[in-house]
């Protein structure tokens, strides 16, 4: 049985949908996970797709790049993803726009504080210049964040992995944190999720209440507008 299944993963490894099947597969058995759970948070699809994911490559040693060659087709995904995140903006047109200026103002706030106390954080723990450049972008959607640490002289491949790992923190422990905090709004939980956990807090929300996946998205489109924009500059002006 074990031979028979070894020489299943050798030929399955060297096609190009390799990678597709298996994040595929992986995904829908953390969905089922996440499903029977009662979508519990610590259930989180993504965080289980990650693990399961990571084990299989490094248990099979499968390299990086033979996987990648098939998981290209979900990545490319991503962006259409990211954009169908509007269509719930759109709905609630007339509702954002009496509250434009307060969602800017939030948003600016909320960008600040994540990159702020990320490199004071940082800083205070004697990490290097470069090491405090990539945590900068830790709150933007990984590939938007890869963009700019490499404006800001870090290093992209770890700012995406520092961006996928706040999602994931975001998306667990948000729930236990706004409930402690006695935050019910699901707008505000919404926005507050997509502000510091990007977009695996955005599809968290999604899950949880319309209105507060709503939010989520508008707060993910902001922070990636404002922090391409402003942290380029800050970083010059310090």
């Keep these: 049985m074990s031979n028979s299944f070894v020489e ?29 759970s009662g979508h519990a948070p610590w259930a989180n699809p993504v965080l289980w797709t990650v693990v399961t994911l990571a084990g299989l490559l490094i248990l099979s040693g499968t390299p990086y790049p033979r996987y990648f060659s098939g998981a290209q087709f979900i990545h490319f ?3 259409p993803a990211v954009v169908a995140l509007g ?6 047109r007339a509702e954002l726009r009496q509250r434009l200026g ?13 990159a702020g106390s990320a ?6 723990l004697g990490l290097p210049p470069e090491l405090l450049r990539s945590l900068a972008p830790k709150s933007v959607t990984a ?21 996928v790992l706040t999602g994931l923190t975001g998306a667990l422990l948000g729930k236990y944190l706004f409930d402690l905090m006695g935050i019910t709004l699901p707008q505000a939980r919404g926005f507050a999720l997509g502000t510091a956990s990007h977009g695996i807090g955005a599809a968290r929300a999604l899950q949880v209440h319309p209105d507060a996946g ?25």
């Design 214 to 238: 709503a939010y989520a998205g508008l707060a993910l489109s902001l922070q990636v507008l404002l922090a391409a924009l402003l942290m380029p500059l800050a970083a010059r002006l310090i």
């Design 8 to 36: 299943l993963w050798v030929y399955l490894s060297a096609t190009p949908l390799f990678g597709l099947t298996l994040t595929l597969s992986a995904y829908l058995l953390a969905l089922a996970l996440y499903q029977r």
């Design 77 to 79: 995904l991503l962006g």
């Design 119 to 124: 490199v004071l954080i940082g800083w205070a």
């Design 102 to 114: 307060v969602v800017v103002i939030a948003a600016l706030a909320g960008g600040t504080a994540a």
């Design 143 to 163: 590939p938007v964040a890869m963009g700019i640490a490499e404006q800001l002289g870090g290093i992209p491949a770890l700012a995406a992995v520092l961006a």
């Design 87 to 92: 269509w719930p903006l759109w709905q609630r």
